[in-house]
């Protein structure tokens, strides 16, 4: 896959993410879409950091950890600071208690995803808001890079 | 909400554990929404549910620190905040 294939394909992931969030979820209200966004993020990220990857001449390893882990060396080259990279780091880690995570509810307009030992990840309207808008400065950043 | 209704999709045939006390905290949470926190019919529900998972007990607790925290806003976007974090909102 080529640099520009991925870029495009990041983009389509960031659309569809801002889509649901700013069309479908005001009329859905159901906080569980909330996941589905965050699902697209991680999608979106993913092929960012592919495209970098590939103008790089490296390969991109599956997953997004590996990816973030793969792209930290060239992170201030490609101006990722470093609150990107914990951001990505917080969509993976979204994810990944979402798989691991034996009770997950709604509460008002946050989707809940609760540990066995009940620590839990809150993903709010607010946390979403900021995390389109990282994502969307960092796939402007990449692309007009 | 009807109590039967949950009750019925708590026993349903083929469901884990997991499956039937997520339906219960869930069903809590929605009941909660619907008529009020400490409503009659909370309080009902809870009582009933709390008989078949003893996990209910800490649930609640869980979705009381999760009240108090939309009370004090947070998890509310306000005004500065995206710029705060230099996110321009446009």
């Known amino acids: 896959m080529n640099n520009n294939s991925s870029l495009s394909k990041a983009l389509d992931h960031f659309q569809t993410a801002d889509h649901l969030f700013h069309i479908t979820f005001p009329v859905s209200k159901d906080p569980k879409l909330l996941l589905g966004i965050v699902k697209s993020i991680s999608n979106c990220l993913e092929y960012t950091i592919e495209a970098i990857l590939t103008k790089e001449k490296l390969t991109a390893p599956e997953g997004l950890l590996k990816k973030i882990n793969a792209v930290r060396p060239l992170a201030v080259k490609h101006h990722l600071s470093n609150d990107d990279i914990v951001f990505m780091l917080r969509i993976h880690e979204i994810l990944h208690l979402q798989k691991q995570s034996p009770m997950e509810f709604k509460r008002g307009n946050t989707h809940i995803i609760c540990s066995d030992d009940y620590d839990l990840e809150i993903v709010s309207t607010k946390d979403v808001e900021e995390f389109l808008q990282r994502t969307k400065k960092i796939l402007h950043s990449i692309k007009s890079a | ?90």
């Open chain 2, 1 to 90: 909400m009807d109590l039967d209704k949950i009750m019925t999709e708590i026993y349903a045939p083929n469901t884990t554990r997991d499956m039937r006390l997520t339906t219960a905290v869930c069903s809590y949470s929605d009941i909660r929404n619907e008529y009020g926190n400490s409503s009659a019919e909370a309080e009902k529900m809870y009582a009933v549910l709390a008989e078949i998972f003893p996990e209910m007990k800490k649930y609640r607790e869980v979705i009381d620190s999760l009240d108090a925290g939309f009370a004090r806003g947070e998890f509310e976007l306000l005004p500065g905040d995206l710029e705060s974090l230099g996110l321009k909102n446009e």
